[in-house]
């Protein structure tokens, strides 16, 4: 198992310097001069051409594009992301600010979407064909089809303007105020649980169809065990394998996808960060946030590989 | 299996929570460079106001699509959102309400040497920085010196700055010009003056994020992308404001949630908002909507010096301005907050009339010309404009093709990405192109913008040729220093620009402003931008 680690992270090395490589490559090929945006962001302000040049030159972008791609390497072996063009701050410090953010509200929507949606899977398995199943199974194709983005507006107009219930926008830390924290994380939290919540309810269900047919669940219900038993003992490990997959895919979306709904309620996280830097050219952040995300795509990854040998016996990695 | 189904849920929010609190360090307080006094002065009493008159105390919540995240160092200000820097700090002179002229602000008064070779500003005495230390001679000096080596073409003609007393500074310059005072009082340039000390104390990293000035408002808390709180300063040396308690900049980056959070009341107004939105608030008594007109216009851009461009004949360039009904597109299309501008240098008509004749919507003039031109039909031109104004302009864009189509020109519309729009703008067009661009404006200093924009020195329309004699009166107007000459010069290179349709312009680019109706008294005349200056501004309720 352990060399088995060993060798993933090794080629996930590779597979990292591929990304940025790539990366980088195609920023510089898009149309568009990081630096004549820099200095014409403000409409009202002119600048010369003595001013690109010594800007081009301050940024480094004035050398060769192989020679600023190794830089920048050299720059993240010794733990430096480079510096923001727009915003004249460190990488890594942007990096540091909102990824947190992301991670604490992808994190939230992640284990509540499937604390909520396996049960509900189970049940939809279980009472196949029944009410419940039926309701479930609508909302969960409502879920799965409703844009994100739409959703949070209604739930903006409903709960924030009319009802006056939640804030309408903002973040607020756990830490620094945790009631004013929990009811600003509740509209956007629930947006971004509906995706992977629906679309585990959907794989959960079928999954569990599926096992419960097999030959050795017949074996355990004409022992006489209670459905209590041969669904939580025999049932679900095998029918939750698939869903593991799912839900390890859904972890990097939700982590990567999360642009639209920080725009909406005005959460200063990753996406947002991403796209602004998209934007702007802003090639330290953009190649920053690539990285970021490719290291923890790779990691999940990984853990979901290593899932599978625990949850079926039959995978070994040796 | 539950246990460890149990531990891993907990583990994992424990996790989210955790990072959370990474992601925002405590706010740490600014340190001021010098120490309060030691014995504390009694509180002053809450100055009264009159029943009908401002009122003291509030809040004002505002909302911005964006927040700089540099905005404490003048000459490390890019952005263009400044009111985070303006609001605390001051310039020693700002534009006055008449075209050319200024006001004491920092300087109660200044004056230029007989033989131009120097300012000398004398400066306010008894104000304070936000830190306790005294603003002097000593202060402007720091100030306009860290400027000049940070390499801002502002201070390329300052040769020197000598303190000559406590409250008297001279600014040596190596070659004067009739705008040269305009560095000085534009806030959207590096003339701020923030406080020396403070930024020595603790250094430029934390001086970008804290403006140490001496503004009616000073910085309470920042989070970035997310907030700035600027509280009053209860030492302003002005006496009797500001009025407002706070000001609360917070980023709503979707103009939806902007609409939604302004109506519930979680804010107040906001700067800078689309004309759908605005049209949303117009009728609401609620709130007041406020339209400038003369900073910013739209144009049309094409190729004069390629001699293959049909535009390089200005009959082509004169039919294009008679085919375009721009009072109709305006009228219909852009939710009547444009207006249709006949003139190159933006705004000139808010500063008198220059005394050209208008080139007013006439299709059939447009066919004669083109006929005269011998290019009755023109085909395969793209207008290309950037991708972000198709929400407020695409219509009038479209509205565009159909006025072209009309006379004979065939305009494929090209909606360019920002970035890729932002790079082409800088290089002439292709052939028979077509581009549609920002042009800046200024009624009250048009010749600024002269120099800035549409000298040939320039780096701005790269593909229009600049009339003979143009450069000639931007030399005469730069060595004029009574403002009526430079702006009747002004006139003078409006009538030879506009004359050879340097671009066809087409409409103002208004910036659009919305406040709560109980905001009074917040002044939008200052600025560069008509950002809103919240001085003397109070609420009513």
Redesign the interface.
């Known amino acids: 198992m352990y060399a088995y680690i060993v060798r993933r992270l090794l080629s996930a090395l590779v597979v990292l310097l591929l990304i940025t490589a790539v990366v980088f490559i195609v920023m510089h090929l898009?149309?568009?001069?990081?630096i004549?945006?820099?200095?014409?962001?403000?409409?009202?302000?002119?600048?010369?051409?003595?001013?690109?040049v010594?800007a081009r030159h301050e940024f480094g972008l004035d050398k060769p594009v192989i020679v600023q791609y190794l830089n920048w390497l050299s720059g993240v072996l010794h733990g430096d992301l480079g510096e923001?063009i727009?915003?004249?701050?460190k990488v890594t410090e942007e990096i540091?600010?909102?990824?947190?953010?992301t991670?604490?509200l992808g994190?939230?929507a992640?284990?509540i979407s499937h604390?909520i949606a396996i049960p509900a899977g189970v049940i939809c398995a279980v009472k196949r064909g029944k009410w419940i199943d039926t309701i479930l199974t609508i909302l969960a194709n409502i879920g799965i089809t409703a844009p994100q983005f739409w959703v949070g507006?209604l739930l903006?107009?409903v709960f924030?303007?009319y009802l006056?219930w939640l804030?309408?926008?903002?973040?607020t830390?756990?830490?620094?105020d945790f009631w004013l924290s929990i009811k600003k994380v509740i509209m956007p939290v629930f947006c971004l649980s509906l995706v992977p919540l629906s679309g585990c309810v959907r794989q959960t269900r079928s999954a569990m169809l599926e096992v419960v047919r097999q030959d050795y669940i017949r074996t355990a219900w004409s022992k006489g065990l209670a459905e209590r038993n041969v669904i939580l003992r025999h049932a679900i490990k095998n029918g939750i394998i698939p869903v593991v997959t799912l839900a390890g895919m859904a972890v990097p979306l939700i982590i990567g996808g999360q642009v639209l709904i920080e725009?909406?309620?005005?959460i200063?996280g990753i996406g947002?960060?991403s796209v602004?830097a998209l934007?702007?050219?802003d090639y330290a952040i953009v190649q920053g946030i690539v990285l970021v995300i490719a290291v923890f795509v790779v990691l999940v990854n990984l853990l979901v590989d290593i899932a599978y040998g625990w949850l079926d016996p039959r995978i070994h990695y040796d | 299996m539950k246990k460890i189904l149990l531990i891993s849920?907990v583990f994992?929010?424990m996790?989210?929570?955790g990072?959370?609190?990474?992601?925002?360090p405590e706010p740490t307080a600014p340190e001021p460079a010098a120490p309060a006094p030691a014995t504390p002065e009694p509180a002053a009493p809450e100055p009264t106001a009159p029943e009908t008159g401002p009122k003291y105390g509030g809040v004002i919540k505002l909302g911005s699509m964006?927040l700089s995240?540099?905005f404490g160092v003048p000459w490390?200000l890019?952005?263009?959102d400044?009111t985070s820097s303006f609001l605390p700090l001051e310039l020693l002179v700002r534009r006055g309400q008449e075209p050319g002229t200024y006001e004491g602000r920092l300087a109660e008064s200044w004056e230029l040497a007989p033989d131009k070779s120097y300012y000398t500003f004398y400066l306010r005495q008894g104000v304070k920085f936000h830190d306790g230390t005294d603003f002097n001679a000593e202060a402007v000096k720091w100030n306009f010196e860290m400027a000049k080596a940070a390499?801002r073409?502002q201070f390329a003609n300052v040769t020197s700055i000598d303190v000559i007393d406590t409250h008297t500074v001279r600014i040596n310059i190596s070659q004067w010009n009739s705008e040269f005072m305009h560095n000085f009082a534009s806030d959207?340039?590096c003339a701020l003056i923030i406080s020396p000390a403070s930024y020595e104390k603790n250094g430029e990293e934390w001086a970008?994020t804290h403006p140490v000035g001496t503004g009616p408002y000073m910085l309470k808390e920042y989070?970035?992308?997310?907030?700035i709180y600027l509280e009053k300063n209860p030492d302003y040396w002005e006496e009797g404001i500001p009025y407002i308690d706070e000001i609360q900049i917070?980023?709503?980056?979707?103009m939806?949630?902007f609409m939604?959070?302004l109506?519930?009341g979680?804010l107040d107004g906001m700067w800078i908002i689309d004309f759908l939105t605005a049209s949303q608030l117009e009728d609401d008594d609620r709130f007041n909507v406020w339209v400038s007109f003369g900073?910013?216009g739209t144009s049309l851009s094409y190729n004069m010096k390629d001699p293959a461009s049909v535009w390089s004949d200005k009959k082509m360039r004169e039919a294009l301005e008679y085919a375009i009904d721009k009072e109709k597109i305006c009228r219909a299309l852009t939710y009547g907050y444009c207006e249709p501008t006949y003139e190159i240098i933006r705004g000139i008509h808010g500063a008198g009339d220059p005394g050209t004749v208008p080139r007013e919507y006439d299709p059939e003039k447009a066919k004669q010309l083109m006929a005269e031109a011998g290019h009755p039909q023109v085909s395969g031109v793209n207008l290309e404009f950037s991708i972000t104004d198709k929400n407020s302009y695409g219509d009038a864009y479209l509205a565009i093709q159909e006025n072209f189509a009309a006379v004979g020109i065939e305009v494929e519309l090209k909606p360019v990405?920002?970035?890729?729009f932002?790079?082409?703008s800088?290089r002439p067009t292709e052939g028979n192109d077509l581009r549609i661009e920002?042009v800046?404006g200024d009624p009250l200093f048009p010749f600024v913008r002269v120099m800035?924009?549409l000298s040939e020195d320039?780096?701005?329309f790269p593909g229009a040729v600049r009339p003979e004699g143009f450069e000639d009166l931007i030399d005469q107007a730069l060595g004029t220093e009574d403002p009526e000459q430079v702006l009747d010069l002004c006139m003078q290179m409006e009538r030879l620009a506009y004359g050879e349709i340097m671009y066809v312009s087409l409409w103002s680019r208004p910036i659009v402003t919305v406040m709560k109706s109980e905001i009074q008294d917040v002044d939008y005349s200052y600025g560069?931008?008509p950002y809103p200056y919240f001085e003397r501004a109070w609420l009513e309720k």
């Open positions: 898009l149309p568009g001069d990081p004549l945006l820099y200095l014409s962001q403000d409409t009202v302000t002119a600048f010369t051409a003595e001013e690109i010594a923001s727009f915003r004249s701050t540091g600010n909102a990824l947190p953010i991670l604490y994190m939230l992640w284990v604390v507006i903006i107009y924030g303007l006056n804030p309408i926008f903002g973040y830390s756990p830490f620094d725009t909406v309620f005005g200063p947002r960060l602004t934007f702007s050219r | 849920l994992v929010l996790c989210g929570i990072l959370s609190s990474c992601a925002e964006a995240a540099s490390n890019r952005h263009g400044r390499g073409p959207t340039d970008n989070k970035q992308d997310q907030y917070l980023v709503v980056p979707d939806v949630t939604a959070a109506k519930a979680d900073n910013l990405e920002p970035a890729a932002n790079e082409s800088f920002t800046r800035e924009d320039t780096i701005y560069e931008v």
